[in-house]
């Protein structure tokens, strides 16, 4: 089993549609977790982290699940630019050092 | 707003050649992360160094890759004899010791 397993998609929605992404990961001693967006041939860029009581930016929505071990990501009003891939991203070292593992990513496809 | 610095961004070479990657984190990031990414899937995590040590080289291909950061700054990654399943984004990230890691553009490796 992986560490961080996420839906590869792809999903495909219309503009202005909400979306929502989950990624469930191994380790309940988990420090940190965080969304990456990454386009095409490109790198991956934070997003936003993800917090106990759940963070909001805009159209996007995390969550964090503790008990069930999962972390969500909710875009609303979908926009063409939001075309990407979203990987899910958690950190099991511990307080002093970090030792991330990535999900496959998960590919949005945003259609007019 | 400081970067992650990666040269080259691009790089073709014949098998068996010897190939170098060369980052520059943010200033004042002592970890470092050296990733590998094949199209499709998550960045897979080769070396990771703390200041010029490295603390996680579990999944590095010793017998052809090398890693080092003398000084504690910048790094570099080489690959000798490179072999055609090497072909893939080679992405260098920092961090703030227990903080998210931020990217470079990372260099796409073509093995012919």
């Known amino acids: 089993r992986k560490e961080v397993e996420q839906d590869p998609g792809p999903f495909n929605v219309p503009e202005g549609a909400t979306v929502a992404f989950n990624c469930t990961y191994s380790?309940?001693?988990?420090?940190?977790f965080f969304w990456y967006r990454q386009d095409c041939r490109k790198e991956p860029k934070l997003l936003m982290s993800v917090y106990s009581s759940g963070n909001e930016d805009g159209r996007f929505t995390a969550q964090l699940n503790r008990a069930s071990q999962y972390i969500s990501l909710l875009i609303r009003d979908s926009k063409l630019s939001d075309s990407a891939t979203y990987l899910c991203v958690v950190n099991m070292g511990g307080p002093n050092f970090n030792k991330f593992y990535f999900g496959s990513g998960t590919k949005l496809n945003v259609k007019p | 707003e400081a970067e992650v610095a990666q040269s080259p961004r691009y790089k073709i070479t014949e098998k068996s050649q010897a190939v170098a990657f060369w980052c520059d984190p943010i200033s004042g990031h002592a970890t470092l992360y050296w990733y590998r990414q094949i199209l499709g899937q998550g960045p897979e995590l080769l070396v990771q160094f703390q200041d010029e040590s490295v603390v996680d080289d579990s999944q590095l291909p010793k017998d052809r890759f090398s890693a080092e950061r003398l000084k504690g700054v910048d790094s570099t990654l080489k690959i000798q004899p490179a072999e055609l399943g090497d072909s893939a984004m080679y992405l260098c990230a920092s961090s703030l010791k227990g903080h998210e890691q931020f990217f470079g553009p990372g260099t796409r490796l073509t093995v012919l």
């Open positions: 380790n309940s001693a988990s420090q940190s």
